[in-house]
């Protein structure tokens, strides 16, 4: 008599850190009040554009031609341009200094903190960035709690930077596992859903900001809400 054993197959859950984890709006919002007040219209658009100058000049940082820093005061400069915000070099030190501030006293949102106390699933993160910056914000929100050290990367740490699909590579090298037991969760689409697609891994595109991009996500949400449901129903699977 033949014998069938069945069962099912616990995924495991990658993260991007950056407005994936945490909303990175709150630490550009609290700067743009204290140095900025009177242009604090249509924020949303601004830091979109304000973090897309970031990751154009991300590969530099990458490099090592520009600090951290710099790119942090490069890209506060040229917001300021673009929305014809008046400013001075001193503002754009300040500026990121205080943005910097906010970025390391982070707090974990009690929707992903409930999440996380409450599971037993194996969780990693892949995020772009210098090491140690990525690892403080890490730490502020409480993280390493919840995710092993060995499970965090970062671009930086391995010189390949998201959209380039080798990163993925690099991190299941690492962590020495096969990429089909994970599952990408990422908010940038480009990034994020194309990047891991590309890999070969299943994504859950986090569209924290609803801008509703292109058709390489296997599952979309909009909320933290909606991504925790979603993880707890692919486990009932």
Known sequence: MQVFFW????????FDLDDTLYNCQQPF???????????????????????YIGDVNFPHVLTKEMTPDENGESRIRETCIKYNIPYTEQMVLDFQQTYKYNQYHLELSSVF??????????????????????????????????VESDYIVTSMSVGISKPNPAIFD?????????????????????????????????NIYFDRHSKKEGTKADYTVYSEEELVELIQNLEKE
């Open 7 to 14: 069962y099912t197959i616990t995924m495991k859950y990658l």
């Open 29 to 51: 919002i609290k700067a743009m009040q204290k140095y900025f007040p009177d242009y604090c219209d249509h924020l949303d658009e601004k830091y979109a554009y304000y973090r």
């Open 113 to 146: 903190t409930e999440f996380f106390e409450n599971n037993s699933l194996e969780f990693g993160i892949l995020t772009n960035g210098e090491d140690k910056h990525q690892r403080r914000k890490i730490q502020a929100l409480g993280l390493e709690k919840y």
């Open 170 to 202: 690099a991190y299941f090298e690492i962590i020495q596992d096969s990429k089909e037991n994970w599952i990408y969760i990422g908010d940038a689409y480009e990034n994020d859903i194309v990047c891991s697609h590309k890999a070969g891994l299943r």
